[in-house]
Each structure stands twice: as structure tokens, then as C-alpha cells.
């Protein structure tokens, strides 16, 4: 399913908070990122083409789903960027539209153990799925 | 002293060690946590989103609740404690949160971010005191060597969780030696577990897991520590061969103080 509301970087600004021209591309956002090898577009990338306007890119990124939500990006950025911030903006621009839901409820018996935590599905609902 | 107490979902479930132990221990201190009645799941991820505002209503709830009751609110899940304290400013600082928070809720008075929220090891350093604990303790753990794992949630951000220093924490290495043990300090023990993406993306976790754990092993580690159920499901069931013991610092501070029980 395509998806059907356009999102500009305005959109990301306002669901953010984040200032993303402030980025100076240093880097150390993405160096800091322990998931960087699961995402096609980095942290520092995030920022730049927000920057840009490539909002569109950035929906059908997978790293939206590959990001730990660790805060090292945004601990470690010298100029305040919290890209964290930015890469959750895009995220909720996907799942807040319909059928947009990245993980559902009926996708977690499958994945369960015995000693999963609740946390970690909670956890996963707020970030996959609306 | 009296401290309102929020345990979180699964320290009702799957992380009761986690709970019990630290009621058992703080009771052994002489402090008593109150539960509030009828809180609800903080959502387990801090809702980043400005305009996020339903799903930082629970936290609202609870927090204004401790609020009523005149009490400082204590956590003991690094999640749980990472989204109060960070709802909690929101409520402080961000007047449009604020305002539309406020909107829903319609309480009899508006909250504002007016409840301290401290994490239990906070609570240990900074109203009980390392020293005093050390002189609590009945039990030494003194041929343990122990890597505490610090994890994200309690650090970072670090302007707004205010907890230790980001990069070079102490508290937990300050909790181990008062507990009579010896800290070992490896490179992992700020980085991440993998958390919830061990629903999404196994290897990675795993990855991220074994990581951890093989970083404490080679600096000689007999177990891990933590303060986050998810931390340690991970840390035990994603770090493979490199996995090591994991245990909630609660069991320990209990069982030092003479406190465990078998449960």
C-alpha cells in the first residue's frame, strides 16, 4: 500500500522539535549508532534529508524499524540535533496512516518465549504500530 | 521516610525479583514505599513526538497522583523510570504539552511537573548514602566480581535524566563496593541491549547482546547487573556463548542485607 498523505519537512519539524539545519554533518551521530549496520539510511543521513525535503525516502526506510531508541545518536551530537527525535517524527508519519501498522498484535504470539517481558511488547506496539 | 513507588508492569510478571527484592531491601532500610493505587503501564518507550500527547497520559496519572499525595515517586524499571521522568518534564517545561495533557485530564488541579521521580539507585546514593549502606550490610558479596550493566534508559538523554554522568557513570560501580564486592569496568556497560528490536530483528539483538556480555567476560566478570527486565532477557537469552549470570541489583542489595527469601 502506497502511502497517501504527503509529508513535508515542515510536518517532521512540528512532530519533532528538531531543528535539523543545525546538523553540520560531523558524523558522530551514525558513528555512535550500535544498530548502524541494519539501516539504509543512517542517522546523519536522517538529518541532511529532512533538510532537504526527502521526507518520502525516509518513510520507506527500513532503519525506521532498526532503531533501538538508545539515545546515543542524540547523547553524543555536539550541536543538540537529537536525530532520535527526527528518525521517530518519520516513524509516526508512517504508522499514524492507514494500514500503515508495521507490527500488529497478531504478529506477537509467534515471536514470544517463555521469559520474554511484557516491557519488550509494549515496548514494540508503541513503536510499530498505531 | 516515605516514598510513593511505581512498579511498572513487569515487575508485577516476569521481573517480581526485580520488585520484591527491592521492597524487601528498602523495608530493611527503614523506608517505606507506598504503591499508588490503580496506576496504569507507562507505555514502556518515552512518546518522543511533541504532539504525542495520548500516550503520555498514563504517566501524567501517576505522576499527579504522587503529587496529591505529597510524595516524592520512586521507580525501580530503567523504562518505567526513563518515561516518567521525562513525561514528568515535559509537564514542566513544555507549555503546549502541558496545556493540552492538562486539557484531557481535567483534574481538579493542573499538573505541572511539581513530583520528583527517583530512581532506586538515586534513592540509594543520594538519601540513604553509600556509606550507610555499606554499614547495613550483614552480608558481604566480597569474592564476587560484578560488571553492572547501566544500559540507555537510566543515562541518556543525559541534560534530562540527570543520573550520573552519561559516559562515565559510577553509581552502580559506588552501589557494588558498598555491597562488599568488587565492579569490573568494561566498555559496554552504556551501550546498548538491542531492547524491543528482539521482537523485530533477532540477530541484531543478538548481535548487540553478545556484545555485552563478551565485552564484561574479557574484563573478567563472574556476572552482570541490571535494573531493566528487558536488559536482562536479552542479556540472558541473546548473548549466546558469551552470556553470562544476570541478576537484578535488587537481589543482590537483598541478599546483602540479610533480606533474600527464595521466591
Known amino acids: 500500500m502506497s502511502l497517501t498523505n504527503k509529508v513535508t519537512a515542515e510536518d517532521i519539524l512540528r512532530i519533532s522539535g528538531v ?109 510499530y504500530s498505531k | ?50 504532539d504525542e500527547i495520548a500516550t503520555k497520559l498514563s504517566s501524567v496519572r501517576t505522576l499527579a497522583a ?32 502541558r496545556q493540552r495533557a492538562n486539557n484531557y485530564l481535567k483534574l481538579d488541579t493542573p499538573y505541572g ?19 550507610n549502606l555499606k554499614n547495613a550490610v550483614v552480608k558481604p558479596l566480597k569474592d564476587l566480581r560484578i560488571a553492572p550493566y547501566y544500559g540507555c534508559l537510566l543515562l541518556r538523554p543525559g541534560k534530562e535524566m540527570g543520573f550520573d554522568d552519561p559516559e562515565d557513570p559510577t553509581v552502580m560501580e559506588d552501589f557494588i563496593r558498598a555491597l562488599g564486592a568488587t565492579p569490573v569496568k568494561y566498555s559496554q556497560r552504556n551501550e546498548c541491549c538491542g531492547g524491543y528490536v528482539t521482537l523485530e530483528n533477532k ?10 556480555a563478551s565485552s564484561a567476560a574479557d574484563a573478567g566478570a563472574d556476572l552482570l547487573i541490571t535494573a531493566c527486565p528487558l536488559c536482562l ?8 556463548p558469551s552470556a553470562l549470570p544476570v541478576k537484578y541489583f535488587t537481589e543482590l542489595l537483598a541478599e546483602a542485607l540479610g533480606v533474600k527469601e527464595e521466591l
Not at chain 1, 555512535?32 to 541532511?48: I, K, L
Not at chain 2, 511505581?6 to 520488585?19: I, S
Not at chain 2, 513530583?115 to 548514602?129: A, C, F, N, P, S
Open chain 1, 19 to 127: 531543528d535539523a539545519s543545525r546538523c553540520m554533518q560531523c558524523g558522530k551521530c551514525s558513528g555512535a549508532c550500535p544498530n548502524y549496520d541494519e539501516m539504509d539510511y543512517h542517522p546523519h543521513q536522517f538529518a541532511a534529508m529532512v533538510r532537504k525535503g526527502k521526507i518520502t525516502e525516509l518513510m520507506e526506510s527500513k532503519a525506521l524499524y532498526q532503531c533501538l531508541s538508545c539515545f546515543a545518536c542524540s547523547q553524543r551530537c555536539p550541536r543538540g540535533v537529537e536525530p532520535a527525535k527526527l528518525i521517530e517524527a518519520v516513524r509516526l508519519s508512517v504508522i499514524r496512516q492507514k494500514g500503515k501498522n508495521y507490527m500488529t498484535a497478531d504478529a506477537l504470539p509467534e515471536k514470544l518465549d517463555e521469559k520474554i517481558p511484557q516491557q519488550a511488547l509494549v515496548s514494540a506496539m508503541r513503536k
Open chain 2, 1 to 50: 521516610m516515605t516514598y510513593g513507588y511505581y512498579p511498572g508492569c513487569t515487575l508485577k510478571t516476569k521481573a517480581k525479583e526485580l520488585d520484591v527484592y527491592g521492597r524487601l531491601a528498602a523495608q530493611k532500610l527503614g523506608i517505606l514505599l507506598e504503591e499508588p493505587e490503580n496506576w496504569q503501564c507507562c507505555g514502556g518507550v518515552y512518546p518522543q513526538g511533541e
Open chain 2, 66 to 97: 504522587a503529587k496529591e499525595k505529597g510524595q516524592d515517586l520512586v521507580t525501580l524499571c530503567s523504562a518505567c523510570h526513563h518515561v516518567l521522568k521525562r513525561v514528568n518534564l515535559d509537564m514542566k517545561n513544555n507549555e503546549t504539552i
Open chain 2, 113 to 131: 511537573g511539581e513530583t520528583e521521580v527517583i530512581h532506586y539507585l538515586e534513592l540509594l546514593r543520594d538519601k540513604v548514602g553509600f556509606d
Open chain 2, 203 to 212: 540477530d541484531a539483538a543478538k548481535r548487540r547482546a553478545s556484545t555485552v
Open chain 2, 233 to 240: 532477557y536479552n542479556l540472558e537469552a541473546n548473548a549466546g
